[in-house]
């Protein structure tokens, strides 16, 4: 608490630090949130930097990002609970601190009376989907260029190959356990399929566009009402397809247990969810081309692959990624992304059906 205060304190905040606590379940920042005795309270994040290695570059596109949805938003009222603001250092306009052991820090305002949620009602999934639609039509004329803060984040042909290095390294001696090998096996063969975006980009067909990349539930503010303040966890705004927002909201918000569920039968795709969180995002998502929009489908089957293919690999690599609670926490993962890839799957002609009358 001593040190973190004293991080708190090479911030230009109003008032003096009162109390430091964890907040969220984050798998890779540390994130607390500052009480303090002035008008504003503060969230302290450290910023993994072993996986957003740029951190200059990273804060600069979040200070972009936040200007420029400020000048979206001006006339609203209570801009600041819309739009996240970062503090800047005492002695500097830099919006994070590098201390003496090269960690990096950065503080933003709290936003007074907001919570986040690990699950939707449908009417705050029509909601979430405006919000995302919203949020990616607002960037749409973002006049500063926006680098991708890690770099091919949701290509697939790279997190495939990633998984295909970690079988052959098998740097943990996990490939002998049969359950990675039933995963495994049952992984292989969607992968032509789920490449398709890539293959899509290459043909020219389908655009990159500044999207959210880490659209899950748990990644937006809400009063104390349920009404959606604003998108929050801006590290991965970067150029990406469509599918990232819509596929990974619908990944955390249509599932019907959380990502880590051990029991199975648990897990599930719920329709309504998905109707209406597709039916707000498409009445914002104005700019979709008919390819974006024909392909929604496909990225809602995406995502659950995607991140049973990142959770696997990493359990593989020996859990150097994500942070774990317990030693098979990724195959767990890895375990219910598959199977609510494979409720995706089997929900799939209803989905294009619905995708299709919207
Ligand atoms: C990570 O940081 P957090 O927990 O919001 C990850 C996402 C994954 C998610 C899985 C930078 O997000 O891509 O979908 O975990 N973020 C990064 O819960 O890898
Ligand atoms: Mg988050």
Redesign the pocket.
């Known amino acids: 608490m001593k040190d973190l205060s004293s991080i708190v304190n090479q911030f230009s905040i109003a008032g003096t630090v009162k109390e430091i606590i964890p907040l969220g379940?984050?798998?890779?920042?540390d994130t607390y949130k500052v009480t303090t005795d002035g008008p504003e309270d503060y969230v302290l994040q450290r910023i993994n930097n072993a996986?957003?290695q740029d951190v200059e570059l990273l804060q600069n596109n979040i200070v972009a990002v936040t200007n420029h949805l400020r000048r979206k938003l001006a006339g609203t009222q209570d801009l600041d609970r819309h739009v996240l603001r970062f503090m800047p250092l005492k002695v500097s306009s830099k919006t994070y601190y590098k201390d003496a052991e090269d960690k990096y820090w950065r503080l933003s305002v709290f936003v007074k009376d907001s919570y986040t949620h690990d699950a939707v009602t449908p009417e705050y999934a029509f909601y979430a989907g405006e919000a995302f639609g919203h949020f990616e039509s607002m960037l749409a004329d973002l006049p500063d260029s926006i680098g991708e803060t890690?770099p091919d984040?949701h290509n697939m042909e790279l997190r495939a190959r990633q998984l295909r290095e970690a079988e052959a390294a098998d740097k943990a001696g996990r490939m002998s356990d049969p359950r990675v090998k039933e995963l495994l096996a049952r992984i292989h063969p969607w992968e032509e399929e789920m490449c398709k975006a890539e293959r899509l980009y290459r043909e020219g067909l389908l655009p990159k566009r500044v999207c959210h990349?880490?659209t899950?539930v748990?990644?937006i503010l809400f009063d104390a009402d349920g009404n959606i303040l604003c998108v929050i966890?801006l590290?991965?705004v970067m150029p990406s397809f469509v599918f990232s927002d819509f596929g990974?909201f619908l990944?955390?918000g249509a599932a019907t247990a959380p990502?880590d569920e051990p029991d199975l039968d648990k897990m599930g795709f719920n329709m309504e969810i998905f109707k209406a969180f597709a039916k707000g995002y498409l009445s914002e998502a104005k700019f979709l081309t008919p390819i974006e929009k024909e392909n929604l489908p496909y990225a809602v089957q995406l995502f659950p692959y995607m991140?049973a293919v990142?959770f696997l690999a990493d359990y593989i690599n020996g859990d150097t990624?994500?942070k774990i609670k317990y030693q098979e926490h990724n195959l767990v993962r890895t375990a219910a992304q598959m199977k609510l890839f494979d409720s995706v799957t089997a929900a799939l002609p209803e989905i294009k059906e619905y995708i299709a009358i919207i």
């Open positions: 379940n984050g798998l890779i920042n996986i957003f890690i984040f990349c880490d899950k748990n990644n966890d590290d991965t990974d990944r955390t990502e991140q990142r990624y994500y």
